[in-house]
Structures are given as structure tokens and as C-alpha cells.
T-cell receptor
């Protein structure tokens, strides 16, 4: 079946540093990808919609200057958490739509811990 | 009223039984419907997609859609302890344009426990 990969799966960084997370669609071209965040025992929260070749669309309350999204190719989107702080510690998950099947697949997630 | 509603559970069924998970949605423009399974600490995994009224079967899973009643369900036959997870119902309104295009709306999830 379709596969979406993420890298890294786990990252620990110091407060004030930046972290880049990569999301790749392996089996299909993904013109649309999404970035979610999930805190323990809470629901998925959509952060932004990433469209290949254009600027990302951010959900209300998500700081676009803090969470930089780049979708430069049909198979790769990146999320950079800039000047990370402990409150940014969370589980970040990307997903991609296969527009041939209309199905949306999730990557395995990246667990970010900011110390 | 929430856009997508699920009973949060927990729903507990014995091994081998049928687990029935339900979901209602409020947006009549919804056209695509999905069930995801999420184990604790993991990302959601797509189980079923359904786009037209009726039943769709895949192995032990059957999705049912009734657009007139704005209702979608998932049946799991011969439930196994490994099916214990949170099940997320998600709907998508295609063609809305703007920022909502392609975006999924999730229910809060139903926790299923299958006990031996």
C-alpha cells in the first residue's frame, strides 16, 4: 500500500535551536500534504496544509514564522520548528493525499522533545 | 454540535465478537469518509475508505455509509486483542476550495478494548 515516511522519528534538542522534520511520500506524488501535532491523550490538531509549489496554509493560532513549511517537490515536505521551546515538545505527524484514490496516509510521526 | 461525533467509549468487547463503531457528521457536503486506527504512541493507520452509500467490506472490516442519515459506521468481525486501539472517524468535503480543500475533519475517537 501507499507509504509516507518521516525523518527523524525522534529528536531531542535544546531550547532556542531549530529542528527540521522531513516527510516523504514513497508510492505516489503528493501535491497536498498536511502537518499535524498531537499532545498526549489528545486529538490530532491540524497545523497547516502544504501544497507543492505554493505557500502553506496555516490553521488559526499556528505561527507561520515559527513553523516553517516547505513543499518544494511532489514527494517531499519539510517542517522546521524554529527557536524551539519546551512547550513545542509534541508528536508531529505528516500526511499526504493520494489524489488517485482520494485516500490520506499518515507518516509514522516525529517525537520532538525540547529541553 | 461537533462536526464529527463519535462515542469516546471505551467500548469493550470479548475476543471473537463483533465490535461496532459509530460516527455521525453534520456537514451534508461531506463526500469522503475514512476510518483510521491509532495505537497509543503511534500515528493513525488507514483502515477503510468509503465514498458511496452502502457497505464496503475488507477482510474483517465493514464500513457502512448512509448519507441521508449522515451516519458512517465500522464493524470489526472476529475481534482480536490486537484490535484494541483508538478508532478515528474522518470526513472530507471535496471541492470546498480555499483552506478547507482536502482537509479531513476528525471525530474525537472511540477507544476499543478487546479482552481475551
Amino acid at each position: 500500500g501507499a507509504v509516507v515516511s518521516q525523518h527523524p522519528s525522534r529528536v531531542i534538542c535544546k531550547s532556542g535551536t531549530s529542528v527540521k522534520i522531513e516527510c516523504r511520500s514513497l508510492d505516489f506524488q503528493a501535491t497536498t500534504m498536511f502537518w499535524y501535532r498531537q499532545f498526549p491523550k489528545q486529538s490530532l490538531m491540524l497545523m497547516a496544509t502544504s501544497n507543492e509549489g505554493s505557500k502553506a496554509t496555516y490553521e488559526q493560532g499556528v505561527e507561520k514564522d515559527k513553523f516553517l513549511i516547505n513543499h518544494a517537490s511532489l514527494t517531499l515536505s519539510t517542517l522546521t520548528v524554529t527557536s524551539a521551546h519546551p512547550e513545542d515538545s509534541s508528536f508531529y505527524i505528516c500526511s499526504a493525499i493520494n489524489w488517485q484514490s482520494y485516500e490520506q496516509y499518515f507518516g509514522p510521526g516525529t517525537r520532538l522533545t525540547v529541553t | 454540535q461537533k462536526e464529527v461525533e463519535q462515542n469516546s467509549g471505551p467500548l469493550s468487547v470479548p475476543e471473537g465478537a463483533i465490535a461496532s463503531l459509530n460516527c455521525t457528521y453534520s456537514d451534508r457536503g461531506s463526500q469522503s469518509f475514512f476510518w483510521y486506527r491509532q495505537y497509543s504512541g503511534k500515528s493513525p493507520e488507514l483502515i477503510m475508505s468509503i465514498y458511496s452509500n452502502g457497505d464496503k467490506e475488507d477482510g474483517r472490516f465493514t464500513a457502512q455509509l448512509n448519507k441521508a442519515s449522515q451516519y458512517v459506521s465500522l464493524l470489526i468481525r472476529d475481534s482480536q486483542p490486537s484490535d484494541s486501539a483508538t478508532y478515528l472517524c474522518a470526513v472530507r468535503r471535496l471541492g470546498a476550495g480555499g483552506t478547507s480543500y482536502g482537509k479531513l475533519t476528525f471525530g474525537q475517537g472511540t477507544i476499543l478494548t478487546v479482552h481475551p
